[in-house]
């Protein structure tokens, strides 16, 4: 089949690679200059099944309905958030009666794409920045116990951890600053961290030696059914398809909203900071995660990359540069002495689209031959793989490996 798929980030690169794989004629449409330019850009780099980074997965709920939802989320309310944003944080944040499940669902895709990029990468040689293992810190009892349920459930469910005394953790994390005062830690030693980016260029390598169309600077403006699928774009006319896959995070939220309930999908803006390592005997061997903080620390290869905040709204330069503090004050304490803050530094804000219930759309709209692959919040690199091998099934008319009934986009239809 002649297949579009519309965006260029690491999900939808992940999709036309698996849909050229099944043999389809694909084409790549994205509205930046070159792939992995908003989200994938300069993401935390975390692959795991634990989903234990920043909000990879709400907090788990408290006693009561009311705690919950008073119970900070690490969401902050930025210029411009409208009351479609506060509706949808209050979803986000609902106690619901499913969360055991859809966090049961969320990891049997996180774990299902980790074994599936690890295929890819050798079927395809592609060698790219990548370490294992990921250390989640509690500065106190309280925040510990705040996790306990939930990694109580992770570890029924196969991804093992193990819960270390501050000795323990500095064993495993010798840098870690020594005025650095911390409760326990919890280690996943199959969390993996990689450079998001630069596997995103591999794949878009791949793709032109299979033949795929490639088309920047080309924004899509509309999709509209004829006797084939026809995508309208600005720059370079109309083209038609058997199929269309809309990948693009902010992007295809804005092609397929009118179609949903509300508060279906939101944008959060985050950022992050790449420095290069002064010493490497003072930098992290392992992903970090300071969980009261909402802040993860991770290593990419020659470089330390240090990434949080979540900012409802448009964003902007006052949350980023808040932002941005806190998070060279986060790194300089934990890993004093590892960067080289005198060397060129990459500063990135960029916006993840999220939906309520922390689980992508993924599968069939309810137009024939429409097909979505999106809204993976702060999951987009640890889904990717998964998300794309399923999806590709569902197109050639193939069960999926892994249940994908929740990842539905139905379940927003309005």
């Not at 996943?188 to 260029?201: I, S």
């Not at 508060?263 to 009261?292: F, G, K």
């Not at 006052?318 to 530094?345: C, I, N, V």
Request: aromatic share 6%; with cysteine; proline share 4%.
């Amino acid at each position: 089949m002649k297949i579009a798929v519309i965006g260029a980030g690491i999900v939808g690169l992940s999709t036309a690679y698996e849909l050229a794989l099944d043999g389809h004629t694909v084409s790549v449409f994205e509205r930046n200059a070159a792939v992995a330019e908003e989200a994938s850009f300069a993401c935390g780099g975390q692959l795991s099944a634990s989903l234990s980074h920043p909000l990879a997965f709400p907090a788990w709920p408290s006693s009561s309905r009311l705690r919950a939802l008073l119970t900070p989320s690490g969401i902050t309310l930025g210029r411009g958030s409208t009351l479609r944003d506060l509706r949808w944080l209050k979803a986000w944040k609902a106690p619901t009666k499913d969360l055991g499940e859809r966090l049961a669902c969320a990891r049997s895709l996180a774990a299902y794409s980790l074994l599936r990029l690890h295929t890819i990468a050798a079927q395809a040689s592609q060698m790219h920045e990548q370490s294992r293992g990921q250390l989640l810190i509690f500065k106190s009892e309280a925040v510990q116990l705040q996790q306990q349920q939930k990694l109580q459930l992770l570890n029924q469910l196969g991804t093992a951890s193990k819960l270390m005394t501050p000795a323990e953790v500095r064993a495993l994390e010798p840098a870690l600053g020594a005025d650095l005062q911390f409760h326990s830690g919890v280690f996943f030693a199959h969390d993996e961290t990689g450079n998001c980016r630069q596997f995103a260029h591999l794949l878009k390598e791949k793709l032109m030696e299979a033949g795929a169309q490639l088309h920047f600077s080309t924004p899509v403006t509309a999709v509209s059914q004829g006797g084939s699928l026809q995508i309208q774009t600005r720059a370079k006319g109309v083209f038609s398809f058997d199929q269309v896959v809309i990948c693009s995070g902010t992007g295809g939220a804005e092609l397929i909203a009118p179609g949903f309930k509300q508060p279906a999908l939101t944008r959060l803006w985050s950022t992050s900071v790449s420095a290069h390592i002064r010493e490497p005997l003072n930098a992290p061997r392992n992903a970090i995660v300071d969980v009261q903080q909402q802040i993860s620390i991770s290593r990419m290869g020659a470089r330390i990359r240090v990434s949080g905040g979540a900012t409802l709204g448009r964003g902007g330069a006052q949350s980023s540069e808040k932002t941005k503090r806190l998070l060279y004050q986060t790194l300089q304490k934990h890993f004093p002495g590892a960067t080289d803050y005198s060397r060129s530094m990459q500063i990135w804000q960029g916006a993840s689209v999220f939906s309520p219930d922390a689980l992508p759309l993924v599968g069939a709209t309810d137009r024939p031959g429409m097909w979505l692959n999106l809204a993976h919040g702060h999951n987009g690199w640890s889904m990717a793989c998964g998300a794309a091998r399923a999806l590709a099934d569902q197109i050639s008319g193939r069960s999926a490996e892994i249940d994908t009934t929740r990842l539905s986009p139905g379940r927003f239809r309005s």
